[in-house]
């Protein structure tokens, strides 16, 4: 090999320099080419990120295009309905749908909202005030609202059932005319932000979950749904054949139906899923994780138990929401005061200046309304949970702390009385 490079030398001087030249230009070439494929690829992501910009300017577009459309649909105050039709859905629980009288357009709303009456009932001297959660996703126009019969408690002597379920149930009648206010309330699911959700109610509170899952059905969204839902028996579960179809039809809703008190004619498997009520060891039982958002809807202490379960389970507070109607203690609740606080508070005075009294706070009382009523001064009081803003009043003087977030909106030096408690001394028009 020595002899032969020797020889090609000693003929060719110059072929050694031709094939490093040729060897240094093929390297440039190369460098050349990476450098144009780098620029290349560096461009293309530079597309690729200026498309992805683009789209979520559209979609941001859009969004604020949407909410444009829908407020200008939406409106102040009330406004006239039409009941146009009233279906029992099972015993003591009927539907109701609603369309606009003026026959104009209804804005969207977020499923999980409620919609707010005022209705004029014989025999009360005030229009009467109550929400009622939308237990459907949004129709262009027609609004649905499910009321379950409130019957008289049966340990109670002489008890009443409830005003206005009652008339709902028993008086209202297709093509009867109602006031309704728009839309509201800040319990709802984000099918912008949709994670994997965990749907959990009892009784009438199913309403607001099923416009969440009849939401998520209607966008074509595969979001993974589990729905725990709790009733006593076959005789009041709200929706079963309708729960059963969809679950039957949609892989990424699961279902689970559980019955505190099956009658025998109740087949496990075909009706219900679990005896019992539904409980957080339930969910530990059956969820993969415990990394969904919660949606809780329910009487008080169900709501109570779910939420210390899966705060225990280590669930983010931010990560269970709900929605309570009526004098139902939650899971933000403010802790109550220790020995020293109650002593500071018991100092607090609390004038009622049409009532003409002045009295000392009292910390059990919780809030100001129940305090109110105990001391014989008059507060008008719709749903007991700060949505409805029926329980408005005036502050003359002094502040008062929240116990819950509000969902009505309240002007300046007034306070819903049913959800907030004295910082100050105070005086109510009341």
Not at 151 to 156: F, I, K, N, S, T
């Amino acid at each position: 090999m020595q002899t032969f490079l020797q020889t090609a030398l000693d003929e060719n001087p110059g072929w050694l320099a031709g094939w490093a030249l040729l060897a240094v230009m093929g390297v440039y070439g190369l460098a050349l080419l990476f450098g144009a494929l780098r620029r290349l690829y560096f461009q293309r992501g530079q597309q690729a990120l200026a498309r992805q910009w683009m789209r979520e300017e559209i979609k941001a577009a859009k969004i604020r295009t949407k909410e444009a459309e829908e407020a200008k649909l939406s409106w102040n105050g009330c406004r006239k309905f039409e009941v146009v039709s009233k279906t029992v859905e099972c015993e003591n629980v009927v539907s109701f749908c609603l369309a606009p009288h003026d026959k104009r357009p209804l804005p969207a709303f977020k499923p999980g909202q409620y919609i707010t009456f005022q209705l004029t009932i014989p025999g009360q001297g005030k229009p009467v005030i109550r929400c009622y959660s939308l237990s459907d996703s949004h129709r262009p126009n027609r609004y649905r609202v499910t009321i379950k019969k409130v019957l008289p408690a049966p340990d109670v002597a002489d008890g009443k059932p409830g005003l206005v379920s009652s008339y709902f149930c028993d008086t209202v009648r297709e093509g009867d005319i109602l006031d309704v206010k728009a839309p509201n309330g800040h319990f709802y699911m984000d099918l912008q932000e949709a994670r994997p959700a965990v749907l959990i109610s009892a009784g009438v509170g199913v309403t607001p979950m099923v416009s969440m899952v009849n939401a998520i059905i209607d966008s074509g969204l595969k979001t993974e749904v589990w729905f725990f839902f709790g009733a006593r028996s076959r005789e009041d579960h709200i929706f079963k054949e309708y729960l059963q179809k969809i679950a039957a039809v949609h892989d990424n809703l699961r279902l689970h139906v559980c019955y505190s008190r099956p009658e025998k004619s109740d087949v496990i498997g075909r009706d219900y899923h679990h005896s019992g009520r539904v409980t957080a060891e339930l969910l530990k039982e059956n969820l993969p994780s415990s990394n969904y958002d919660y949606f809780l809807c329910g009487p008080g202490p169900f709501m109570n138990s779910l939420t210390e379960g899966l705060t225990a389970w280590g669930v983010p507070e931010q990560n269970i929401h709900y929605e309570a109607f009526g004098p139902a203690t939650v899971k933000k609740a403010a802790p109550p005061p220790n020995a020293a606080d109650t002593a500071l508070l018991s100092k607090l005075s609390i004038t009622f200046s049409r009532l003409g009294k002045t009295f000392h706070w009292n910390p059990a009382s919780g809030n100001l309304l129940d305090f109110a009523e105990s001391k014989g001064a008059k507060i008008e009081a719709g749903c007991r949970a700060g949505n409805c803003g029926t329980c408005v009043v005036a502050l003359k003087s002094g502040s008062v702390d929240y116990i819950t977030p509000t969902g009505a909106s309240t002007e300046l030096n007034t306070c819903l009385a049913c959800i907030c408690r004295p910082k100050t001394d105070l005086v109510l028009d009341a």
